[in-house]
């Protein structure tokens, strides 16, 4: 599986191991707000865990832990995703979504994270294109986006709650000339 890594942080894919730290990020209701409205107990978050798991074992791509590379301290997720979300429109592309524990945002660690991921489905996925269902109220999620090279394609309604969908255009990676 694959290990990224930028100027501060490491990015590894989830593991058995981040359950404690996932169960204090979903557990912290200004984390989980914009996402699903409440915090998560234990058996949800090692729901989750299970889940993104899985996607490693068979997409082969997921969710990444995110950790500092100067102490380990865990900062959060950021992964490429397929939920098979119920929703119109369908997510007909990878599905890119993060998260930063509060006391981690606003340092620049999301973007650096989510280039470091957007960098790798550039270069490994075919997808023309890859998407991102943000809440209308998540102002930084969205400037993150824009950021990122997002831009809003549709408005739509989500688990009961209205969502923005985005997306963003592959990026070829650069080519190096032949000597």
């Excluded at 707000?33 to 996607?55: F, K, P, T, Y």
Aim: charged share 20%; net charge negative; glycine share 10%.
């Amino acid at each position: 599986m694959t290990l990224l890594t930028t100027d501060r942080l490491t990015l590894s894919p989830v593991a058995p191991a981040d359950f404690d730290d996932l169960c204090a990020l979903f557990g912290d209701m200004e984390f989980t707000r914009h996402i699903m409205g409440r915090a998560l107990n234990e058996e949800e978050v090692w729901s989750r865990l299970l889940r993104d798991l899985g996607h490693w074992q068979v997409l082969g791509y997921g969710n990444w832990t995110i950790r500092s590379r100067a102490d380990g301290t865990y900062v959060g997720q950021v992964g490429v995703l397929d939920y098979r979300r119920h929703i119109d429109p369908p997510l007909d592309a990878p599905e890119l979504g993060w998260g930063l524990a509060t006391a981690h945002q606003g340092h620049g660690y999301a973007l650096e994270a989510l280039s470091a991921v957007l960098g790798w489905a550039d270069a490994q996925l075919t997808a023309a294109r890859t998407v991102c269902m943000i809440a209308p109220d998540n102002a930084p999620s969205q400037t993150l986006a824009a950021r990122a090279g997002y831009r809003a394609y549709a408005q739509t309604d989500y688990a009961g709650g209205p969502v923005i969908l985005l997306e963003r255009p592959r990026r070829k990676p650069p080519t190096v000339a032949g000597h």
